[in-house]
């Protein structure tokens, strides 16, 4: 995440500002141009979930008497609570937060972005679904993903993350998980890469249910973190992969917010980011270091690790064909 300044007066802002701390003057991000920029009346608006998710990403300001545009990151956004279901729009602006945040990320990665608009069967959409007025499991499927609002709630998320022996669970985290399967759908197309990632993770074919209901039944298998970065990861190749390129955006939004605020190296960041065949080595090196002090600060603060995982070598082999896909589809 870049670190975000107005253009009027240069006051330091928050990727979610709306208004300039400093000179007062209405604001909203712009993807395109990847920065926040002053509101101006007859060019620009404020998307039209402002108020009900909290969205302040600018659109073409609308003619007189249309209606108002949703931006890039709320149009896909096919299923949501109601305007009137005041029990779930807080859980919802928090889940189109966590989603703005993932779009602006994969947009700086250059990994495209094909809604159901362009790609009905395929394209990318998301279900923000109550799971207290009907069953919701959070997933993936043919480009939809769905997640449970319910995750917006800190004692709800916390008590499942216990039940399950999680080390992590966040709302971006969930969504970072999730677009991986859209993206191994998405990044991985050529039979050369289908073969890299079948020796790397495994038959993603094999039947994920009996996978699902081993995993239930007889968790991990011993020695998992030698080759997994995650239990959950030992599931199926398919979580395998998406636990993996999750991981890899954690990293690169870390690392690359990090170099905006003068904690890691210019070069660590999205904008500028390693090439070649030692790139990875050198995301990294920068990486371990800076989450290795990120653990030690939580610890003096009295918190949990923000980062309690082991990159062991295979999970690096994997990472790294995750990097080399994303710049590909980056470099176009």
Known sequence: MRDFVCPRCGQRLAFENTVCLGCGSDIGFDLEARALLPLEPGKSAMCANQLVAQCNWLVPAPPDGADPIL??????????PADSDDGWLEAFGQAEAAKRRLVFELTELGLPITDRTADPDHGLAFDLLASADESVTTGHERGIITLDLAEGDVLHRERVRLEMAEPYRTLLGHLRH??????????????????????????????????????????????WEDRYVSAYATMHPAEDWAETFAHYLHIRDTLDTAAAFGFAPAGATL???????????????????LVWALNMMNRSMGHRDPYPFVLADPVLDKMRLIHELCAAAGQG
């Open 271 to 289: 904008e500028r980011p390693p090439i070649g065949d030692a790139a990875l080595d050198r995301i990294i090196e920068l990486w371990l270091p």
């Open 178 to 223: 999730e677009i991986g399967h859209y993206y191994f759908e998405v990044l991985v197309t050529a039979d050369g890469d289908r073969e890299r990632c079948r020796e790397l993770f495994g038959d993603p074919d094999i039947d994920y249910q009996r996978a699902l209901e081993r995993h239930y039944e007889q968790g991990a298998p011993p020695g």
């Open 71 to 80: 931006c890039e990151s709320c149009r896909l956004t096919r299923v949501r």
